[in-house]
């Protein structure tokens, strides 16, 4: 049996995001989008890569794989090992996509 790890970014007071820009998702009509960025500093950094050099899957729900989807495929110099990672995407809705390595 595998591990899952979990890997957020979260604030004080449980609001769960990546580090996308202000209108990443604005569902429910939330408006702080972004708002990890102004914390990221030189200890994030490492721990970001590091993370990300060990061979990984990730396991995502649908709206994070349309987010990662519509950008990493087109970014495979930054997103090697996310691009080389088996996508397991917990979905009713999502019935196939061309991205690689994707199972749903």
Do not use: C
Not at 72 to 89: L, M
């Amino acid at each position: 049996m595998r591990k899952i790890v979990v890997l957020t970014f979260m604030s004080m007071d449980g609001v769960m995001q990546a580090p996308g820009g202000p209108h990443e998702d604005t569902t429910g009509n939330f408006t702080l989008g972004g708002w990890s960025v102004p914390y990221f500093d030189e200890f994030v950094g490492q721990e970001m890569g590091k993370q990300m050099s060990v061979p990984f899957d990730l396991l995502l729900g649908r709206k994070t794989f349309e987010i990662f989807a519509a950008y990493w495929p087109e970014h495979t110099q930054e997103g090697e090992g996310i691009n080389s990672a088996t996508k397991y995407v917990v979905s009713t809705t999502l019935k196939e996509h061309s991205w690689q390595k994707t199972i749903r």
